[in-house]
């Protein structure tokens, strides 16, 4: 599918016309392309910065509950295109609760597009809703989510899209987890974060034989306009490609491309245990990055520190990175609820040069599994200037695969420990799995372990070992202790450890990097 439309004439039903003029939603003439929304983009960038009214909503949707705002629900046969067959269905969100702003949705053909307007047809109004006022039809909506035959015949969740600039997207047998957004501004920066937020979608309906779902997004924020158009392609892995452009009203001290939000509470490798019965809680357990060079990295994430953690992964060129989930074990979570061993990872594809830049992951201190608090993004080099343009693509991967980035060699666990008879050796033991290491044979590969910084020189690394694990997994263990004799680790102070495996002069796995406090 193309971003310019290819003009071909879509005509209307009487009886859908009808329809459409009692609502008011009367089709215009008017090519709806990512052009067009790129100059809507351009304007507003020109025009001082509008916050929405929060007060616009009428007061019986802005106080709306929690349970009441769930209590309102989209009527499925009044789906938009669902009466014509076709092979996308689209929803939408009821204004209200937490979503006080709401967004004005679009929907256009190849030659002509209308405004949909709040009705209260659209939506089943449950016995909670006790105090229900007026619905003005200019009011917007929440957000949009869109539906596809992703597992079988039944129309299936596919995407959804609501609240600020958030989205999420399912491949077959996925559960929702990770999040993704358009932008992020100012993300860590002493409580400075902006939220911009898409004021307007334009959703394309879709012709019978279409094998993707494909809308369009307009962003605003007090210092970015931008101009998004998105393709959604369905399957085991749901591909999604964005394409984006953004005008800069104000320059700030950090953009972040392809950002997005996860959950992590504990794992296998976490120190700071919970009075919880599931062996790990988390919707991703690493952080997975390509360098231009092609090394592989994996960074397991972690919430032992109590503080806010920032990593940065500087290169020339992002070759991909995105927040995993590896372990898709249903005894490594015990719940069947959750589900968190269908949650998906999201891998980032540039499609376009991003130039040089660097991977940030931050890590927000956990005591329940309720918000996300894992942060990955692509913080470019050069921050853009008030006035400034700048356009970049990428794709969007949705998947339940180990290993997006192609290491081959990867990681699939991460244990640490500390005996009391040995207070002063933490022991660290790195599993991994794939690539050459499926069919191994002969002596075990060689483990290179290095420690980095100030800290890497308070320690000594001893005792490396490689083993073979059952389930063709590899366990490379080492301990840590003080380099200065009666020293203790407890004065070394956050460590940088890396670790890979070679056979020969020849690297076959992907590099672990962990960041410990011994």
Same mark, same amino acid.
């Given at each position: 599918?193309?971003?310019?439309?290819?003009?071909?004439?879509?005509?209307?039903?009487?009886?859908?016309?009808?329809?459409?003029?009692?609502?008011?939603?009367?089709?215009?003439?008017?090519?709806?392309?990512?052009?067009?929304?790129?100059?809507?983009?351009?304007?507003?960038?020109?025009?001082?910065?509008?916050?929405?009214?929060?007060?616009?909503?009428?007061?019986?949707?802005?106080?709306?509950?929690?349970?009441?705002?769930?209590?309102?629900?989209?009527?499925?046969?009044?789906?938009?295109?669902?009466?014509?067959?076709?092979?996308?269905?689209?929803?939408?969100?009821?204004?209200?609760?937490?979503?006080? +702003?709401?967004?004005?949705?679009?929907?256009?053909?190849?030659?002509?597009?209308?405004?949909?307007?709040?009705?209260?047809?659209?939506?089943?109004?449950?016995?909670?809703?006790?105090?229900?006022?007026?619905?003005?039809?200019?009011?917007?909506?929440?957000?949009?989510?869109?539906?596809?035959?992703?597992?079988?015949?039944?129309?299936? +969740?596919?995407?959804?899209?609501?609240?600020?600039?958030?989205?999420?997207?399912?491949?077959?047998?996925?559960?929702?987890?990770?999040?993704?957004?358009?932008?992020?501004?100012?993300?860590?920066?002493?409580?400075?974060?902006?939220?911009?937020?898409?004021?307007?979608?334009?959703?394309?309906?879709?012709?019978?034989?279409?094998?993707?779902?494909?809308?369009?997004?307009?962003?605003?924020?007090?210092?970015?306009?931008?101009?998004?158009?998105?393709?959604?392609?369905?399957?085991?892995?749901?591909?999604?490609?964005?394409?984006?452009?953004?005008?800069?009203?104000?320059?700030?001290?950090?953009?972040?491309?392809?950002?997005?939000?996860?959950?992590?509470?504990?794992?296998?490798?976490?120190?700071?245990?919970?009075?919880?019965?599931?062996?790990?809680?988390?919707?991703?357990?690493?952080?997975?990055?390509?360098?231009?060079?092609?090394?592989?990295?994996?960074?397991?994430?972690?919430?032992?520190?109590?503080?806010?953690?920032?990593?940065?992964?500087?290169?020339?060129?992002?070759?991909?990175?995105?927040?995993?989930?590896?372990?898709?074990?249903?005894?490594?979570?015990?719940?069947?609820?959750?589900?968190?061993?269908?949650?998906?990872?999201?891998?980032?594809?540039?499609?376009?040069?991003?130039?040089?830049?660097?991977?940030?992951?931050?890590?927000?201190?956990?005591?329940?599994?309720?918000?996300?608090?894992?942060?990955?993004?692509?913080?470019?080099?050069?921050?853009?200037?008030?006035?400034?343009?700048?356009?970049?693509?990428?794709?969007?991967?949705?998947?339940?695969?180990?290993?997006?980035?192609?290491?081959?060699?990867?990681?699939?666990?991460?244990?640490?420990?500390?005996?009391?008879?040995?207070?002063?050796?933490?022991?660290?033991?790195?599993?991994?799995?794939?690539?050459?290491?499926?069919?191994?044979?002969?002596?075990?590969?060689?483990?290179?372990?290095?420690?980095?910084?100030?800290?890497?020189?308070?320690?000594?690394?001893?005792?490396?070992?490689?083993?073979?694990?059952?389930?063709?997994?590899?366990?490379?263990?080492?301990?840590?202790?003080?380099?200065?004799?009666?020293?203790?680790?407890?004065?070394?102070?956050?460590?940088?450890?890396?670790?890979?495996?070679?056979?020969?002069?020849?690297?076959?796995?992907?590099?672990?990097?962990?960041?410990?406090?011994?």
């Amino acid at each position: 599918m193309r971003w310019l439309v290819v003009h071909r004439i879509v005509l209307l039903t009487a009886a859908a016309a009808l329809s459409q003029l009692a609502q008011g939603q009367i089709w215009q003439r008017e090519d709806v392309t990512f052009e067009l929304i790129d100059g809507k983009a351009k304007e507003l960038a020109a025009q001082p910065y509008a916050a929405p009214d929060p007060n616009a909503l009428p007061d019986w949707m802005k106080n709306l509950s929690y349970d009441q705002y769930r209590d309102i629900r989209f009527v499925p046969e009044r789906a938009l295109w669902s009466a014509e067959k076709l092979p996308f269905r689209a929803m939408l969100f009821h204004p209200g609760y937490l979503f006080k +702003e709401p967004v004005t949705i679009n929907e256009f053909t190849e030659t002509h597009q209308q405004k949909v307007r709040l009705a209260e047809a659209f939506f089943n109004y449950g016995p909670l809703i006790t105090q229900r006022g007026e619905v003005p039809p200019d009011t917007g909506f929440a957000g949009v989510r869109f539906h596809a035959p992703l597992n079988g015949d039944n129309f299936d +969740e596919l995407a959804v899209f609501q609240g600020a600039s958030y989205w999420r997207a399912l491949g077959k047998g996925q559960r929702y987890g990770i999040s993704a957004r358009g932008i992020a501004v100012d993300t860590g920066i002493d409580g400075a974060e902006e939220f911009p937020r898409f004021r307007e979608f334009w959703l394309r309906k879709p012709v019978p034989d279409d094998k993707a779902a494909m809308l369009f997004g307009l962003l605003d924020g007090p210092s970015y306009t931008g101009a998004y158009g998105f393709i959604i392609q369905p399957g085991q892995d749901t591909v999604m490609t964005v394409r984006a452009v953004l005008y800069a009203r104000r320059e700030v001290k950090r953009i972040g491309f392809a950002p997005m939000s996860s959950m992590f509470w504990f794992g296998e490798n976490s120190r700071r245990r919970f009075d919880d019965m599931r062996p790990e809680v988390h919707d991703s357990d690493g952080l997975a990055i390509r360098t231009n060079t092609g090394e592989r990295i994996w960074r397991p994430l972690a919430n032992d520190s109590g503080k806010l953690e920032f990593s940065f992964f500087e290169m020339e060129r992002c070759g991909g990175f995105g927040l995993l989930q590896r372990d898709r074990r249903f005894s490594a979570y015990e719940d069947g609820e959750a589900d968190y061993d269908k949650r998906p990872s999201l891998w980032i594809e540039p499609t376009s040069d991003w130039g040089s830049g660097k991977v940030m992951l931050m890590e927000i201190p956990a005591h329940n599994e309720l918000a996300d608090n894992a942060v990955a993004m692509w913080e470019p080099s050069h921050t853009p200037k008030a006035g400034e343009r700048i356009e970049f693509s990428y794709k969007q991967h949705w998947t339940t695969k180990e290993d997006p980035a192609g290491a081959g060699g990867r990681v699939v666990a991460t244990r640490t420990g500390l005996h009391d008879w040995q207070p002063e050796q933490r022991t660290i033991a790195i599993e991994f799995a794939g690539g050459q290491l499926e069919k191994w044979e002969g002596k075990p590969p060689e483990a290179v372990v290095t420690a980095l910084g100030e800290a890497g020189a308070k320690i000594k690394i001893q005792g490396i070992a490689v083993q073979p694990l059952p389930e063709g997994r590899w366990r490379a263990a080492f301990q840590i202790t003080p380099a200065a004799e009666g020293g203790k680790l407890a004065d070394v102070g956050p460590l940088e450890l890396r670790c890979c495996l070679k056979k020969g002069e020849d690297f076959i796995t992907e590099t672990w990097a962990y960041r410990i406090t011994p």
